[in-house]
């Protein structure tokens, strides 16, 4: 057996934003309802080339955004910040982990801290071979925004939508499925405005001419919101890998989605 | 700021035996309150140059031997094995940080299947720059035995005891202490049998010619028992690393190991 040889299968990256299965409006609230669902939903597609990365939303967000972990290492009391930072998105993983081990998904956690080194807040190294691993002999590999370590910083944090577009241009993804809490990506924020216009589809070109747009509205999200993800999801939509945007929240979305079955979203592809 | 700069303070490596953070004879059984005690004194001694490593004890051990996960990977249905022992190794380790973090210790953890790739069983290779850099800026960087990924068994053990020796002579540790819940190395099980003689003080040369008479004894652990422990310990005592062995069970006892004062124990030294 040898780390080497990759897996002939092109895997497809899934991402569960922070908002599917915490409530960002409560510190620390798990929606463990929501997890044993897609847990449910993602046993039952059995897919053998699937990456999960996950999202921070009410565990890792407040604590980083008190001790602004995200801005690097200033001054001692951060210290403890970073810890709590990463402790709190264990115990999250630690749930979802729960809810798919708990339905015989052979799922294993890679754990972002412990293998990535960051630089000025982007990859500079990452120590591969365990997530081929974990790829190559069938597992499910599960990884997720985390507080890191950087050569330049000290520390940062990276978050779940970088390690997308980071592990789908590496290992050459098929797909990528992002599933959020709104039914697709929209020209305006559809929790605030009730006119926006939800995208069926777009091409790299219509949403760099979109971007600029969404850039305006602020998120509350330490890593940035939609228009952080859809900067993130560029470099990879350019590789020519097209992205998903759909709504996790909704039975059954994820896993037509992973099925490859129609459903209400928005797809973004090269052109 | 450097990854490649090493900290100029040499470390402590402190293991803490699964033995007392769980009760061995029930599984999944944690001792929260012991973890408590022991981050209390961990936190009265603020040292600035330790490194934790822990074991797996009631965790990981038994469902570990019930897929025969460090024998590598030889069926199907050994993979959710390899799932849970890695996952509730996570559990274990969360309920330790838990109490460090709690204490206001800064204490982060360091996944050994999320960056070390064994063969055969050794360590192969370890991505140690996170480590380094929790070291650097005065962090307690916190690890453990778990489910690791192997380029030639597939998956296997890596033993808290192998990183314990690993570590410390890769990064030049000043001593080790290894906690466990008897009161030193006695030349029988102290458990068995009630005349078993402990040691105060060993030389490599005394402990090599002791250790043929340990094997004997055969420990129900999948890392080894006590054997195994001494096994891992010859290289870096052969490097120069003193190693004390103390009861982590009895309060201040790891307190004063760890500032240097004098407690009960066995001293293993070169010569």
């Known amino acids: 057996m040898r780390v080497s040889r990759l897996s002939e299968l092109k895997p497809v990256i899934l991402k569960i934003g922070g908002s599917v299965i915490t409530d960002k409006n409560r510190e620390l609230a798990a929606r463990t309802q929501e997890m044993s669902r897609l847990a ?8 053998k080339n699937l990456i999960i990365v996950h999202g921070g939303g009410s565990f890792g967000h407040p604590v980083a955004q008190q001790y602004a972990i995200k801005e690097g290492f200033k001054e001692e009391t951060q210290k ?7 402790h709190i998105m264990t115990v999250l ?9 708990w339905r015989n998904v052979p799922a294993v956690s890679i754990t972002p801290s412990s293998c990535i080194i960051t ?3 982007r990859i500079q190294c990452f120590e591969e071979n365990p997530l081929k691993m974990l790829s190559k002999m069938g597992f499910l590999p599960v990884t997720y925004g985390d507080a890191v370590f950087d050569s ?6 990276l978050s779940g939508d970088q390690l997308v577009s980071y592990i789908a241009t590496k290992f050459n993804a ?5 599933g959020v809490d ?6 305006a924020d559809p929790k605030v405005e ?9 091409t790299l070109a219509e949403l760099k001419a979109l971007q600029n747009k969404l850039g305006e509205s602020v998120a509350c999200d330490v890593t940035g919101g939609m228009s952080g993800k859809i900067a993130e999801l560029m470099p990879a939509i350019e590789r020519g890998i097209p992205a998903t945007i759909v709504n996790a929240t909704k039975p059954n979305y994820i896993y037509k989605a992973l099925k490859g079955e129609k459903v209400e979203a928005t797809l973004i592809e090269k052109e």
């Open 119 to 121: 630089r000025k807040g």
């Open 40 to 47: 449910e939903e993602i046993q039952k597609v059995n897919a």
């Open 152 to 157: 330049d910083l000290g520390f940062t944090i």
């Open 80 to 86: 403890i910040g970073f810890a709590e930072t990463h």
């Open 182 to 187: 709104v039914d697709g990506l929209y020209d």
């Open 174 to 178: 098929e797909r990528i499925i992002i």
């Open 194 to 202: 009730k006119t926006a216009k939800m995208f069926k589809h777009l």
């Open 93 to 101: 993983n630690g749930l979802f982990m729960d809810a798919l081990i």
